[in-house]
């Protein structure tokens, strides 16, 4: 199976923040990579996906990047609305697997 | 309005069988792949189960030989059958469509609001 190796863990920030999420693979993804974000409660949501197309509807301050093993999800400008959990999951290759989240939060 | 919604969820003995299920409209089943994921209490996102288009259906090691993925077409619902159910099996279970495209797939871009499954 694929490992997916989120960090940080937790991050905290401030509105208007630049933030970064890092992703490893443990194989190369051919970038097929998605990020998601969740909210306590709420069903997760898809922001990103073959590494760095942003799903319809979702802002602009969201991007992805990164190839191979390795991944980044950036938020240029960390609004209110953005302090959730946000998780990658690999696409490439059946078991499909998500990493373990990252926590944005109030700092 | 595209949407999925699950039913079905509930408590469970150890051992026992539950089905879950998931109701799609606004779009047809016939041209997405259909996936469940689970997320036990404060755990990460698992990926449960997917059945393809061309019905080829794959599994999480977790549940391999205990659950079983179904689709009907004709009545746009996707099932997933738990037999041999365990404590580690408690999770919302969620249902969610993979959308081929030429470029790739999309993955997961409709989500329920899931079903609660609690095995005790």
């Known amino acids: 199976d694929i490992q997916m190796t989120q960090s940080p863990s937790t991050l905290s920030a401030s509105v208007g923040d630049r933030v970064t999420i890092t992703c490893r693979a443990s194989?190369?993804?051919?970038?097929?990579l998605a990020w998601y974000q969740q909210k306590p409660g709420k069903a997760p949501k898809l922001l990103i996906y073959?590494?760095?197309t942003l799903e319809y509807g979702v802002p602009s301050r969201f991007s992805g990047s990164g190839s191979g093993t390795e991944f980044t999800l950036t938020i240029s400008s960390l609004q209110p609305d953005d302090f959730a959990a946000y998780y990658c999951q690999q696409y490439d290759t059946y078991p499909w697997t998500f990493g373990q989240g990252t926590k944005v939060e109030i700092k | 309005e595209v949407q999925v919604v699950e039913s079905g969820g509930g408590l469970v003995r150890p051992g026992g069988s539950l089905t879950v299920s998931c109701a799609a409209s606004?779009?047809?089943?016939?041209?997405?792949?259909m996936t469940w994921v689970r997320q036990a209490p404060g755990k990460r996102l698992e990926w449960v189960s997917a059945?393809?288009?061309?019905?080829?259906?794959y599994y999480a090691d977790s549940v391999k030989g205990r659950f079983i993925i179904s689709r009907d077409n004709s009545k746009n619902t996707v099932d997933l059958q738990m037999n041999s159910l365990r404590h580690e099996d408690t999770a919302i279970y969620y249902c969610?469509?993979?959308?081929?495209?030429?470029?790739?797939?999309?993955?997961?871009?409709?989500w329920g609001h899931g079903t609660t499954v609690t095995v005790t």
């Open positions: 606004g779009f047809s089943i016939s041209d997405t792949h």
């Open positions: 194989q190369s993804l051919n970038n097929w």
């Open positions: 059945v393809h288009t061309d019905t080829n259906t």
């Open positions: 969610a469509r993979v959308v081929p495209k030429s470029a790739g797939w999309v993955p997961f871009d409709i």
């Open positions: 073959k590494a760095s």
